[in-house]
């Protein structure tokens, strides 16, 4: 397994959002983007590996959904989140590895 470092930070469009753990199971989410002022992904930090994979690719889908407005149901965001997580993982042996992004509220 290829384990790949999750980047502080990354680019939409002409947009960063930062990523970050949370809490988030009070909201009964296992991830969240905002897109305007705080511009952040977090990602539930009580999930296990794949699915805190699958949660991020899922945001990060979202995100590519509305900075170019693409109209894509959450039903597809949530199918293309997790074809996306099996061929990273279970094709490309590639596992994201958490240890650099923050913990926020």
Do not use: C
């Amino acid at each position: 397994m290829i384990s790949l470092k999750v980047p502080r930070q990354i680019p939409l469009g002409s947009r960063k959002f930062k990523i970050g753990r949370a809490d988030l199971r009070d909201d009964g989410l296992n991830g969240s983007i905002s897109y305007h002022q705080r511009m952040m992904i977090k990602i539930d930090k009580s999930v296990n590996q794949t699915q805190r994979q699958i949660s991020l690719w899922h945001e990060i889908l979202h995100g590519i959904n509305y900075v170019w407005k693409m109209d894509i149901s959450e039903a597809d965001i949530g199918r293309l989140a997790e074809g996306l997580n099996q061929v990273m993982q279970d094709g490309f042996r590639i596992e994201l590895d958490w240890s650099d992004i923050p913990k926020v509220k």
